[in-house]
């Protein structure tokens, strides 16, 4: 589910599945992209802000859907759409807000990636944790999550998979600044303040020269990126990684 809140040139989305720590499904991935293609027919909009609610923001991809989707069209369709969705919220006019109230796992760590700010709150989590399941980033994060982080840093959160702490987060240039736990709000509201200060026709095409910079590195890396994913995806690794989740056991890996 995902909750919409307009506040005049303000929209904040709200990622809200607490049975599953806010985890992207299809339907919630495809309601926030018709609400970027919303925002974006706003001419009045000025900022947005990403969250999550129940003190997450979003634990990655939901397993229980996905569970059994092991065919190349499958991961084809999984990668298109998450990537599209990134691709979008980077697209939209304004600048956007990622507030880590919590966890932002595989899936949720991409989708925080391809704001344009973050802030976290005390006792978050970012983990690129793809490899624990047997599988490699599939929305546009490995040249993304370079050009946030440089490439020694984005090896060992790609290649470790270990989750990093809010203030591990802010020293690695993950996210911009970390807050109390319930403070993230605020300190986003401060931002959006001092945006409106500026020029609206300045402010998005210099979101748009700072998206274009990092679209040449993407461009290049998003094939290979794909073929890696759909791969992996239905290789053994990451089916046994699956079961190995609900059955509460380590992987078998080959």
Known sequence: MLRVANEGSLVIWTLDRPETKNALDAATMDALHFAIVAAQQNT?????????????????????ELRGKTSRADAESLSDRGDGLCRALEDLAVPIICVLPGPALGGGAELAMACDLRVAEAGSTIGFVQSRMGVTPAWGTTSRLLSIVGSSRASRLLLTAAPVTADQAQALGLVDEVTQQGGGIDIARAWVHAITQCSPTATARTKALLVHARRGPYERVRPKEREAFVDTWTGPDHVDAVEAYFERRRPRWV
């Open 44 to 64: 009045g909009l000025r900022a947005a802000i990403l969250t999550g609610a129940n003190g997450a923001f979003a634990s990655g991809g939901d397993l229980n």
